[in-house]
């Protein structure tokens, strides 16, 4: 049985895919090129001063961060790979690709939108998204921001679920959360998260009953979907000026007390977790 990843190109999509190849179990990748990773102030037009620095500070240190937990990794060249732009994602050689490889399960991250015709042309293969924030509270984009935006910062996880045509909406399969890790900047906890949660998907996809992969459990409300414009750098006042980046701690001593998360899991009665 097989697993085909699809994927973007920033750090951690390479270095998630060249963990999961470690199981064995992966037959193909297709790489979706992204914007690029690195931005600036002048990206967001931003005129003030002391917004410029607070801005340009955040996408360095979200890079460093990067270098730190997932390396330099580069795209796997040990099976075979497709590297596709965004409009070709749903196109007839990505399908090509797919039932060339025959996979039993697709794996996606940090992907645009899978079409239903994509889906359905791999008729006996199923489909599960990793999106990085916990559904239904954070869907949609930027989701390892908003929680410490939010003041609740234990509420930064991943999500596995079935793919569907709702936003990080499909049921959910298993779900990892945060440890409060002392001294962990925004960047820092994002980073953690990402890799904590592939590793445990590695050792799932070598235990995993291929014939028999579990339903996931229905998300239980709308929750909120965060769009691109919701994101303004004026956010980045709270992070840094008010709170000087130091949420993990304050909430580690007891100032901030957020919501917790209730970690849902649908592979349980295959793995041992």
């Not at 801005?55 to 961060?65: L, P």
């Not at 509420?155 to 569907?164: D, Q, V």
């Not at 996931?216 to 414009?229: E, T």
Request: hydrophobic letters at 35%; one cysteine or more.
């Amino acid at each position: 049985m097989s697993v085909v990843i699809i994927t973007g190109d920033h750090p951690r999509h390479l270095y998630f895919a060249h963990e999961l190849c470690n199981s064995g179990k992966v037959c193909g990748i297709i790489y979706e090129k992204r914007a690029p990773f690195i931005q600036t102030a002048d990206d967001f037009g931003v005129l003030d001063a002391h917004l410029a620095t607070l801005t340009n500070h955040h996408f360095k240190a979200r890079a460093e961060a990067e270098e730190h937990f997932f390396g330099t990794c580069s795209k796997v060249s040990s099976i075979p790979t497709l590297t596709v732009e965004q409009s070709e994602l749903n196109s007839d050689k990505v399908i090509a690709f797919l039932q060339a490889q025959k996979p039993s399960l697709v794996l996606s991250y940090g992907c645009h939108k899978l079409s239903a015709e994509l889906m359905a042309s791999v008729a006996t293969c199923r489909f599960w998204n990793t999106h990085g924030g916990f559904s239904p509270d954070y869907r949609g984009v930027a989701t390892h921001f908003w929680p410490s935006y939010m003041l609740e910062v234990e509420m930064t996880g991943m999500t596995l679920h079935e793919t569907t045509d709702f936003i990080d909406g499909g049921s959910v399969i298993y779900q990892t959360g945060y440890d409060l890790t002392k001294d962990d900047t925004l960047h820092m906890v994002a980073g953690r998260t990402v890799q904590f949660y592939t590793k445990k998907l590695v050792s799932f996809l070598q235990d995993l009953d291929y014939n028999h992969l579990p339903q996931g459990i229905v998300q239980k409300s709308s929750g909120k979907v965060w769009m691109s414009n919701d994101w303004r750098p004026e956010h980045l006042r709270l992070i840094y000026d008010f709170y000087q980046d130091n949420i993990v701690n304050l909430t580690i001593n007891g100032e901030l007390k957020g919501r917790k998360p209730k970690l849902v899991n649908a592979l349980s009665e295959q793995i041992k977790i």
